[in-house]
């Protein structure tokens, strides 16, 4: 794993000094190697975490074997023997020579050999960036279900990329204006939706993309896609699709084990992980590595299921059990870790467990993903409801009898009432998360004007919006079959809940402790086939990701999993009402709220009251307001 940085300009905008700001900043990622490239028009930086071929001579900058490509790369390609292997001996590239070992030169040889199409040959994640001295022109590639992070600055004129927000941060002639419009989306979900960032002139390439920067501007194509994969009919067979899964799953295990470097698995305990760990105990000729996190709150500490099948498993195992102090030393990180307004605590305990990993391990698998494809979340089963015209009829008194109701009924009044359908999708995530309605939002802050610009898909907006690309997403999976409630949520989440929180979440967490971290359920040749599995066979008699456990049970007792789904989730509630209080007191202060001036002072007093007087589902929305008031102390 590795960071990059770099820019383009034709007008000497960037310099040599820039790029290695840029590029230092992002040591973290890197810490074994540091190169860079430049030329009269461009600079190219990289930090090296050594997992494969481990020699200098895979080192980036790495150029072609012609000397007209010159690539920095991050990430691993997991199928680049094959590619290599096909380059070699295919007549037409008979004159290849590797001299390396490294995934790094396949990818550059492809791309010098197979043009803009190479990226299709691609298995794995990654962000690669080439530069064609020749013609002198700038591609960025993106894999497919956005795993790995890659950002780019563009005024219109100028141009330069990285790994993460943090080394724009370094150039103060970067522009670093706030984008107010994007707030609202924080409010509503927690994290900034690709392609936009907390800033108006830095944006996130999308997922499944690539893009040319040259001298007449930047222009950017999707060379994969959700949508196409969806087929007419799905498979419905219970056996043929456990026997595909189960061997798609294997051969993506097996993939991702490929390291010159120790390895281990984050397990948690649960269905997902605990798959990835048994296919993992069956293919490693070593005894596997398993890291776990737990906490001292007895309602929130599964180590103990992680242990039981860490154990069934002959793993060696490590656990590390989390107190509030062990989280207050991370909170302040969490600002300069993410870079801009990120709301997902769990980020806390995932920071801890790549700590943890980091101490015997360079790799780690995990298993994101595997709910979005399987129905693993509560937010699939409102979705179901809510599509139940019976439902649709009495929403609205229902709404409003909860709401005298105990603070969970009242959590439910919030999901039952009615939404925009192009606003759906979002609504039942973000209540799902005990996030700020779109309602509560238009009541808490302080322009009206400037809220909506995203979600209404403002024609003056560059970028689609999150829900106007949604909309979009369903009409098209439509005109191929009709997609179940569930579905269209699942793929809300593959969209923006997966790459924009928990792929994010896990990259910067792990990779502040140079860990890679690797996730077989999203080799898109898993994600391809599990988009057509009937969902009868994913959520069947009230059980979500029944075909998935079918399998599991395979490997594993069934009893060790006969429990409630928990999630990774810290005791945030409990936390902001004792030992963590005085984040509330130092970012949700009057004079503070006033000082920034994006949300009322006095609708933010009622939240806290009502919180403190026992509407504890609240907990959530206030987080989100000390993140946001946190980041704005920091950056502002």
Same mark, same amino acid.
């Given at each position: 794993?590795?960071?990059?940085?770099?820019?383009?300009?034709?007008?000497?905008?960037?310099?040599?000094?820039?790029?290695?700001?840029?590029?230092?900043?992002?040591?973290?990622?890197?810490?074994?190697?540091?190169?860079?490239?430049?030329?009269? =028009?461009?600079?190219?930086?990289?930090?090296?975490?050594?997992?494969?071929?481990?020699?200098?001579?895979?080192? /980036?900058?790495?150029?072609?074997?012609?000397?007209?490509?010159?690539?920095?790369?991050?990430?691993?390609?997991?199928?680049?023997?094959?590619?290599?292997?096909?380059?070699?001996?295919?007549?037409?590239?008979?004159?290849?020579?590797?001299?390396?070992?490294?995934?790094?030169?396949?990818?550059?040889?492809?791309?010098?050999?197979?043009?803009?199409?190479?990226?299709?040959?691609?298995?794995?994640?990654?962000?690669?960036?080439?530069?064609?001295?020749?013609?002198? $022109?700038?591609?960025?590639?993106?894999?497919?279900?956005?795993?790995?992070?890659?950002?780019?600055? +563009?005024?219109?004129?100028?141009?330069?990329?990285?790994?993460?927000?943090?080394?724009?941060?370094?150039?103060?002639?970067?522009?670093?204006?706030?984008?107010?419009?994007?707030?609202?989306?924080?409010?509503?979900?927690?994290?900034?939706?690709?392609?936009?960032?907390?800033?108006?002139?830095?944006?996130?390439?999308?997922?499944?993309?690539?893009?040319?920067?040259?001298?007449?501007?930047?222009?950017?194509?999707?060379?994969?896609?959700?949508?196409?994969?969806?087929?007419?009919?799905?498979? @419905?067979?219970?056996?043929?699709?456990?026997?595909?899964?189960?061997?798609?799953?294997?051969?993506?295990?097996?993939?991702?084990?490929? %390291?010159?470097?120790?390895?281990?698995?984050?397990?948690?305990?649960?269905?997902?992980?605990?798959?990835?760990? &048994?296919?993992?105990?069956?293919?490693?000729?070593?005894?596997?590595?398993?890291?776990?996190?737990?906490? $001292?709150?007895?309602?929130?500490?599964?180590?103990?299921?992680?242990?039981?099948? &860490?154990?069934?498993?002959?793993?060696?195992?490590?656990?590390?059990?989390?107190?509030?102090?062990?989280?207050?030393?991370?909170?302040? %990180?969490?600002?300069?870790?993410?870079?801009?307004?990120?709301?997902?605590?769990?980020?806390?305990?995932?920071?801890?467990? @790549?700590?943890?990993?980091?101490?015997?391990?360079?790799?780690?698998?995990?298993?994101?993903?595997?709910?979005?494809?399987?129905?693993?979340?509560?937010?699939?089963? +409102?979705?179901?409801?809510?599509?139940?015209?019976?439902?649709?009829?009495?929403?609205?008194?229902? &709404?409003?009898?909860?709401? =005298?109701?105990?603070?969970?009924?009242?959590?439910?009044?919030?999901?039952?009432?009615?939404?925009?359908?192009?606003?759906?999708?979002?609504?039942?995530?973000?209540?799902?998360?005990?996030?700020?309605?779109?309602?509560?939002?238009?009541?808490?802050?302080?322009?009206?004007?400037?809220?909506?610009?995203?979600?209404?898909?403002?024609?003056?907006?560059?970028?689609?919006?999150?829900?106007?690309?949604?909309?979009?997403?369903?009409?098209?999976?439509?005109?191929?079959?009709?997609?179940?409630?569930?579905? /269209?949520?699942?793929?809300?989440?593959?969209?923006?809940?997966?790459?924009?929180?928990?792929?994010?979440?896990?990259?910067?967490?792990?990779?502040?402790? @140079?860990? $890679?971290?690797?996730?077989?359920?999203?080799?898109?040749?898993?994600?391809?086939?599990?988009?057509?599995?009937?969902?009868?066979?994913?959520?069947?008699?009230?059980?979500?990701?029944?075909?998935?456990?079918?399998?599991?049970?395979?490997?594993?007792?069934?009893?060790?999993?006969?429990?409630?789904?928990?999630?990774?989730?810290?005791?945030?509630?409990? +936390?902001? =009402?004792?030992?963590? =209080?005085?984040?509330?007191?130092?970012?949700?202060?009057?004079?503070?709220?006033?000082?920034?001036?994006?949300?009322?002072?006095?609708?933010?007093?009622?939240?806290?009251?009502?919180?403190?007087?026992?509407?504890?589902?609240?907990?959530?929305?206030?987080?989100?307001?000390?993140?946001?008031?946190? +980041?704005?102390?920091?950056?502002?």
């Amino acid at each position: 794993m590795c960071g990059l940085a770099g820019f383009i300009s034709f007008d000497s905008f960037f310099n040599q000094e820039d790029l290695t700001l840029m590029t230092q900043s992002l040591a973290h990622r890197g810490p074994d190697a540091e190169g860079f490239f430049m030329d009269e =028009h461009c600079g190219l930086g990289h930090r090296r975490l050594s997992v494969i071929d481990l020699s200098t001579r895979a080192s /980036q900058p790495m150029y072609s074997a012609n000397d007209r490509f010159v690539i920095v790369y991050n990430g691993e390609i997991y199928n680049f023997s094959e590619i290599g292997a096909f380059l070699k001996g295919s007549s037409q590239h008979q004159a290849i020579n590797f001299k390396t070992s490294s995934d790094t030169e396949v990818i550059l040889e492809s791309f010098s050999a197979l043009g803009i199409d190479f990226v299709n040959q691609l298995n794995g994640m990654f962000a690669i960036v080439i530069y064609d001295k020749k013609n002198q $022109e700038l591609y960025l590639f993106r894999d497919r279900l956005g795993i790995k992070p890659l950002m780019y600055y +563009w005024d219109g004129e100028h141009f330069a990329f990285a790994s993460e927000l943090k080394a724009f941060k370094q150039i103060p002639k970067i522009k670093k204006e706030i984008n107010k419009p994007v707030i609202h989306d924080f409010l509503h979900l927690g994290f900034i939706p690709t392609p936009h960032s907390i800033y108006k002139n830095i944006f996130k390439l999308n997922a499944g993309c690539w893009m040319k920067v040259s001298r007449t501007g930047i222009e950017e194509h999707r060379y994969w896609n959700l949508n196409t994969k969806l087929q007419n009919t799905v498979v @419905s067979d219970p056996e043929e699709a456990m026997v595909k899964l189960s061997d798609l799953m294997m051969s993506s295990v097996q993939y991702q084990l490929k %390291s010159d470097v120790p390895f281990g698995v984050f397990l948690s305990g649960g269905i997902d992980s605990s798959f990835v760990t &048994a296919q993992a105990v069956q293919l490693s000729s070593v005894k596997i590595n398993t890291f776990s996190i737990g906490f $001292e709150e007895n309602s929130h500490n599964e180590s103990e299921y992680a242990k039981a099948v &860490a154990q069934y498993l002959s793993t060696d195992h490590f656990e590390f059990i989390v107190s509030y102090k062990d989280a207050m030393q991370l909170i302040d %990180s969490i600002i300069e870790t993410y870079d801009e307004p990120f709301a997902d605590p769990s980020a806390i305990p995932t920071m801890l467990v @790549s700590k943890l990993a980091r101490q015997y391990v360079t790799v780690t698998l995990s298993g994101e993903g595997g709910d979005e494809l399987f129905f693993g979340y509560g937010a699939y089963k +409102w979705a179901n409801r809510l599509s139940n015209p019976l439902v649709n009829l009495i929403r609205t008194p229902l &709404a409003s009898l909860f709401e =005298h109701g105990s603070s969970r009924v009242q959590r439910i009044s919030h999901m039952l009432r009615p939404q925009d359908s192009m606003n759906l999708r979002s609504h039942i995530y973000s209540q799902e998360q005990y996030y700020f309605t779109s309602k509560e939002i238009s009541e808490l802050v302080t322009d009206s004007n400037s809220i909506y610009s995203f979600i209404n898909n403002d024609e003056k907006i560059k970028f689609s919006s999150v829900i106007g690309e949604l909309k979009n997403v369903a009409n098209f999976a439509q005109n191929h079959r009709r997609l179940t409630a569930m579905e /269209q949520q699942a793929l809300f989440d593959l969209y923006y809940y997966l790459p924009d929180d928990l792929l994010t979440k896990v990259d910067r967490a792990s990779m502040k402790f @140079s860990l $890679e971290t690797r996730v077989p359920y999203l080799d898109h040749r898993v994600v391809e086939f599990a988009l057509n599995i009937s969902p009868s066979l994913k959520y069947k008699n009230g059980i979500a990701k029944h075909i998935l456990k079918k399998i599991l049970y395979q490997y594993i007792p069934k009893k060790l999993f006969d429990r409630p789904k928990q999630g990774f989730a810290i005791p945030l509630n409990k +936390w902001l =009402h004792n030992e963590l =209080h005085y984040l509330i007191e130092e970012n949700l202060n009057k004079a503070t709220l006033e000082q920034y001036g994006y949300v009322k002072p006095e609708v933010v007093a009622v939240l806290l009251d009502q919180f403190n007087n026992g509407h504890d589902y609240l907990y959530n929305r206030i987080w989100l307001l000390i993140i946001l008031h946190k +980041w704005l102390r920091q950056n502002t």
